[in-house]
């Protein structure tokens, strides 16, 4: 049976389930409900579902308390947050490569060109590519912006900035 | 924050756990929702209750956990069937009761907004409009998912044959 009463009553069978319901509102529900075998087994649902009301595990709040302390203090790592620094330091890394190439590149001694005084060291890397070697530090990638004229690189340069 | 967590911990802890079905995954979940909203404390604007807006927090978070551990394992639905931090203790379960056992098994299949809507009800006594701030629709939406829920529990209850 589906009736406007079901209509009525389905919503409010939580409140009639806690006892938060003026009086002569429950007597209503309970009436409806005991006559209604479809919001009869709502009710019996929902109140089983309110047996099941679950708990925090022990020792949860005092938990939570201590992070909350350790980060107010702005220092320790809080478990379960370091995912967000395992997806950053990639990023981050990648944007250092590409500023330190662009610095190194234009810092070169005797211009990007660079032949000059950048000595050039050869790696063994699992990959077989080349990192070369300047004054300033590792540039990767050299040789092939080593092929470029510099209005070509002026160009990437530019390319590259936001 | 003590106060805050004493308060709320346990509605936080329930929802994270109606969205992972996992009580350890719930417990992180909690824990990572009150540090996020300490470090948005900022932006509450105080145009909902802090519960609501704290676990509206939870929400986002536990389902963002969900969707990592889904690309890790299989869905957390299909983990869902035993849900407490002590479901493996047989004496628990026994008096718990089957029926109970069995509306938290059926409630496990619906839909999340489902789910949340008819928990949210039932747990926290919260209102439609409530309801609908923490899922993220509006209180017809909310009033729908809860209608939804409740009468999708009852069909899977009646075609099991389990309302004995």
Known sequence: MRTDECARILPVLPEWLRGEMEEAEARSVEAHVAACADCGAGAELLRALAGTREEPPPGLAERIKDALRAEEKGGDPVPGTRWEWSAVVPRVAAVGAVLLLAATVLLLPGGWEGGGEAERVELALESGSEVWLSDDGFVAGAPLLGDLSEEELVAVLEEMEP | ?164
């Not at chain 2, 849900?83 to 008096?95: C, F, H």
């Not at chain 2, 923490?134 to 309302?163: C, F, M, Q």
């Open chain 2, 1 to 164: 924050m003590d106060l805050l967590v004493d308060r709320h911990q346990g509605a936080v802890y329930r929802l994270a756990l109606a969205i992972l079905g996992d009580g350890d995954r719930a417990a992180d979940a909690t824990q990572e929702s009150f540090i996020k909203a300490y470090r948005s404390l900022g932006d509450f604007r105080g145009d909902a209750a802090f519960g609501t807006w704290l676990l509206a927090i939870v929400r986002n978070e536990a389902r963002a956990m969900a969707r990592r551990d889904s690309r890790r394992r299989t869905s957390p639905l299909d983990r869902a069937a035993g849900i407490s931090a002590g479901e493996n203790d047989p004496v628990e379960r026994i008096a718990r009761g089957r029926t109970a056992e069995r509306a938290r098994e059926l409630l496990a299949r619906l839909p999340e907004k489902q789910r949340m809507a008819v928990r949210l009800r039932i747990d926290e006594g919260l209102s439609f409009r409530e309801v609908g701030e923490v899922i993220g629709s509006s209180e017809g939406a909310a009033r729908v998912n809860y209608h939804h829920g409740v009468r999708r529990l009852r069909e899977l209850w009646t075609e099991k044959g389990d309302s004995e």
